[in-house]
C-alpha cells in the first residue's frame, strides 16, 4: 500500500479516536484547520471539473468528511463542558464573530445556520434526487440511442462499451449522490442540536460546577459555541455548497469558472443595457458617482468584449496563408471511398419517416433486434446494417445491398396497411395490388379505414414497418453464407476457444485453416443450417479434418452430427416428416457422373439427362405446393450434395436431405419419387 492509502486509513481511525478519547487543545485547533482546508479543496475540485463522473469518489468523500467533522463536535463539546476551551481557534472565531455582544454574535450564527439548513442542504438534497431519478429514467432511451448509434455505423463496439459504461456510471454516482445528501442534512441537524447543547449545558456546568455568575458563564459559554459552530458550519457550508454545484454540473469542456466567465459575457451589448440601467439608478436618491463608477466599469467591459471579439474572430494573414498552403499540398484521401459496407439500406425522402425517431419511426431499433435474432438463430454475429437515404431512388423506395450488390428492392406507403391473401381474393377489399417483397405473396395495400374488414375477412393485416424488417431478416437469412468471412469466421473461432482451447487447437491451423473452416460454415449457412452449435462442429472436423481437406465432404460429414439440429427446423411442430424420395434409377445415374479430380468432385451429367431429373423433380414439387407442405427431397448420403449443386439453379428454396441427417425415431412418409422417365 502507498502513502496516501495509509494516510486515508489514519483519518479514519483518527475519527474513532475523535469519538472517544479527549484532545488536547492545540490538536483540535489542527484537526479543525484541517477540516477547514479540506472543504476548501473539495468546493474547489468540484468548481474545476468538466464532468461530474470525474470527481466520481465524491459520495464516499462526504461520508468521511461528514464523519470527520462529526468527530470534531463531540471532542470539542467535550472540552467546552469539561474544561470551558476548545482550541485557540475556535477561541478566536467566537471572539472575531461575538465582539462585545455575545447576543448579536449569537444571531449572526442562528443566520448562519438556517442559510445552511434551509437553502444550501435542502437545495442540494432536492436536487441530488431529482438529478438521481432522471438519470435512472433516462438510461433505457440512452441505451436504445447508443444501440441505434452503433447499428447506423456512426460508432464502433468499442466507442459503445465505453458509452454504455459512462451511463452506467453516472447512474450509480447519482444514486449514491441521492443518498450522500441525507448525511449533509443530517450534519445541519446535529449541528443545530449540539449548539444548543453547548449553550444550556454549558450555562448550566459553568454556574453549578465551576461557580461562574451568570453574566460570565453566558459570556463565556456563548462565545465558546459561536466559535466551534462557525469552525463547523463554515466546512459544512463548503462541501454542501460543492454537492450543488456537482450534481447540476452539465457536461462541458471548461470547468465552472470559464463557463461562467464564457456564457454570462458571451453577449457584451446586453452589458451596455445594464450599465445605463444602473446609470438612471443615480439619478434618484441613491448615491450617483457609486452608481456611476459601476456604470463605466460595465461599460468599459463591454466594449473590451466586444473589440476582443472582433480580433477573435477574424483570421491573421499567417494562419490563411498556412491552411491555403495545406490545402494545396495535401493529398486527395480517397481511401475512405473504398471502403464498402457489408449490409446497405437504402430508402427514398419519402421513407425518411421511417428511420427518424423525432418522427416516431423505430427502424434502427428493428435493426437492432433483428441482428440479436438472427445471432440466436444462425449463430452468425451479423454485421452493422449500414442506413441511408438516397434521393435517386423513388420517394417510397427501399432497396438492400450485400457488399455492394443490390439482392433485395420494394416499395412501401407508409399510410397504408399490407393485407396479405388467406388464398381466396375478396373482390370486395379495395386496396392497391402488389406482392408481399419477403414471400412474394399476393397482398393489397389497404387504408385504415378498411383494414377492420380485411382482418375479418381472414387477411393478414401488418404495418410498413414490419414489412420491411421482415424483408430484411429473410434476405439477411438468405445471404447470410456471403457475410461470413474469414474475419468473422475468426471472431467465432476466438469466441468458441474461450470455452473449447482444446479442440480449436486440434482443428486449426492444423489441420484446416481458417479459410477451410470459414468454407465449411459457409457451406451450411447457404442451406439455412445454422453454425450455433460450433462445439459440434468442430468435434466433427477434428474427427475427419485428418482424412481429407474437402471441404464438400467435411460440410457433409458436419451435417450428418448436426442431424438433431436439422432434424428439429425442419419437422418443427408436425408429426410426421413429408418428402419426395429419390428412385434407386436416378441415384445410379448421378453416382455414375461423379468425376473425381485432385480439386475434389463434381457432378458431370448430360444436358439430357439432367432435363429428365429436373422434370420429375418439379412435378413432384407442384404436387407438394399443392398441398401447402414444404418440398424435401430425401435421397442417400453419397449423392446429397451432387443433387443439391444440380438442383441449385432451378429450385434454390427446396431443401435436400440424406437418410443420415434425419433422426431414426422420426417417421417419413413419402408423397412422391423422383423418377427418369
Known sequence: MKARDFSVLFGVILIIVMLVIPLPGWLLSFLILINISLALIVILVSMNSTDALQFSVFPSLLLLLTLFRLGLNVSTTRSILSEADAGGVVETFGTFVTGNSPLVGFVVFVILIIIQFLVITKGSE???????????????????????????????????????????????????????????????????????????????????????????????????????????????LLISTATGIVVTRVASEGNLSSDITKQLLRFPALLYIAAGTIFLLGLTPINFFLTSFIALLLAGGAFMLSRQAKVDTMPTESEVDESESEEMKAPENVVGLINMDPIEFEFGYGLIPLADSNQGGDLLDRIVMIRRQLAIELGLVIPVVRIRDNIQLNPNEYRLKIKGNEVAKGELLLDHFLAMSPGIEDDELEGIDTTEPAFGLPAKWITDETKDDAELSGYTVVDPPSVVSTHITEVIKRYAHQLLGRQETQQLIDHLKENYPILVEEVTPEPLSIGDVQKVLAKLLRENVSVKNLPVIFETLADFGKMTTDTDLLTEYVRQSLSAQITKDIIQNRDKLKVITISGEVEKLIAEHIQQTEHGSYLAMDPDSQQRVIQSVAENVEIMSLQEEIPILLCSPTIRMYLKQLLDRFFPHVVVLSYNEIEPTIEIQSLGVVKVA
Open 126 to 236: 432536492r436536487v441530488s434526487e431529482v438529478a438521481a431519478r432522471f438519470t435512472l429514467d433516462a438510461m433505457p432511451g440512452k441505451q436504445m440511442s447508443i444501440d441505434a448509434d452503433l447499428n447506423a455505423g456512426m460508432i464502433n463496439e468499442q466507442q459503445a462499451k465505453e458509452r454504455r459504461e459512462k451511463i452506467e456510471n453516472e447512474a450509480d454516482f447519482y444514486g449514491a449522490m441521492d443518498g450522500a445528501s441525507k448525511f449533509v442534512k443530517g450534519d445541519a441537524i446535529a449541528g443545530i442540536i449540539i449548539v444548543l447543547i453547548n449553550i444550556i449545558f454549558g450555562l448550566i456546568i459553568g454556574m453549578t460546577q465551576l461557580g461562574l455568575p451568570f453574566n460570565e458563564a453566558i459570556d463565556t459559554y456563548m462565545r465558546l459555541t459561536v466559535g466551534d459552530g462557525l469552525v463547523s458550519q463554515i466546512p459544512a
